[in-house]
Nanobody, 119 residues
């Protein structure tokens, strides 16, 4: 079973920065694309940023130019650098990993970390 543990959330003022981290352990599974979703109260999770095994990235339009996703396959860490944070970025952020093993594939999720942007 792949384990994903997020950290780095918290309270920040508008215009500020936070860096989210997701430590993962593969435990025999192959990890393919990884990324971050966020969930606003009463809404479904939506994609924030993703990175594939080749290092290619994609971002939601609302965060382009402000957020940067990165992945360290040696340290087994996925990161999301969030700059110029806005009130609208307030959400619970979840990291995920698309994993596969012996022909089976699924998506694993972390437990989530709260990000609150407030003055």
């Amino acid at each position: 079973q792949v384990q994903l543990v997020e950290s780095g959330g918290g309270l920040v003022q508008p215009g500020g920065s936070l860096r989210l981290s997701c430590a993962y352990s593969a435990n025999g599974w192959s990890i393919n694309a990884m990324g971050w979703h966020r969930q606003f109260p009463g809404k479904e999770r939506v994609l924030v940023a993703a990175i594939n095994s080749g290092g290619n990235t994609k971002y939601a339009d609302s965060v382009k130019g402000r957020f940067t996703i990165s992945r360290d396959n040696v340290k087994n860490t996925l990161s999301l650098q969030m700059n110029i944070l806005e009130f609208e970025d307030t959400a619970v952020y979840y990291c995920y990993a698309d994993i596969s093993n012996d022909g089976w594939s699924r998506r694993a999720w972390g437990q989530g970390t709260q990000v609150t942007v407030s003055a």
